[in-house]
């Protein structure tokens, strides 16, 4: 078992609905988790961090169940320059001496 | 305005050939991380450096070298020993050493092995 896993995708979304997608982890050790954007080419960069039971920031929430070892991102009122791939990081903390774990990524499409 | 850069943002080396990728950062970042990332995949840790002077092995450290002589640079060597370098590497920085903290990246080096 991937210590993330994500749907790899393509989710195909029409602009303006909402979208959700989740990731999983294998750690229950870890404490903090984080969304992370990608567009196409370029580095990744920190959408949200997660640590406690969740976060919202403007359209994005993200949540944390812990019982089930998964967090998920929810985008409403998506626009087109959401279109990226939405990568899911796991910090296990001392387990992986604060090392990040990085989920392969979602893809999001969001057409006109 | 503070950040990471990293040079070049292109680079192209023939097979045998030992290429170093540049990473300096202003923000006063204590740990400095390499990763490389192929198509399809997550980013996978090469090495890690928490303070000056010491570093440590990633999940695929094998065929590279890094040095960390000064806080704001973490150059990272692609050795003729790395048998499939062709790919994103991407240099990031945390704030604290052993801690929950976020990572930002730099732009981000695409080598590619004629």
């Known amino acids: 078992r991937k210590e993330v896993e994500q749907d790899p995708g393509p989710f195909n979304v029409p602009e303006g609905a909402t979208v959700a997608f989740n990731c999983t982890y294998s750690?229950?050790?870890?404490?903090?988790f984080f969304w992370y954007r990608q567009d196409c080419r370029k580095e990744p960069k920190l959408l949200m961090s997660v640590y406690s039971s969740g976060n919202e920031d403007g359209r994005f929430t993200a949540q944390l169940n812990r019982a089930s070892q998964y967090i998920s991102l929810l985008i409403r009122d998506s626009k087109l320059s959401d279109s990226a791939t939405y990568l899911c990081?796991?910090?296990?903390?001392?387990?992986?001496?604060?090392?990040?774990?990085w989920g392969a990524g979602t893809k999001l499409i969001i057409k006109p | 305005d503070g950040g990471i850069t990293q040079s070049p943002k292109y680079l192209f080396r023939k097979e045998g050939q030992n290429v170093t990728l540049s990473c300096e950062q202003n923000?006063?970042?204590?740990?400095m991380y390499w990763y490389r990332q192929d198509p399809g995949q997550g980013l996978r840790l090469i090495y890690y450096s928490q303070i000056v002077n010491d570093f440590q092995k990633g999940d695929i450290a094998e065929g590279y070298s890094v040095s960390r002589e000064k806080k704001e640079s973490f150059p990272l060597t692609v050795t003729s020993a790395q048998k499939n370098p062709t790919a994103f590497y991407l240099c990031?920085?945390?704030?604290?050493?052993?801690?929950?903290?976020?990572?930002?990246f730099g732009p981000g080096t695409r080598l590619t092995v004629l």
């Open positions: 990031a920085s945390t704030k604290d050493r052993g801690t929950y903290n976020e990572q930002f």
């Open positions: 923000l006063n970042h204590d740990a």
């Open positions: 750690n229950s050790a870890s404490q903090s």
């Open positions: 990081v796991v910090n296990p903390g001392r387990d992986s001496n604060y090392q990040l774990i």
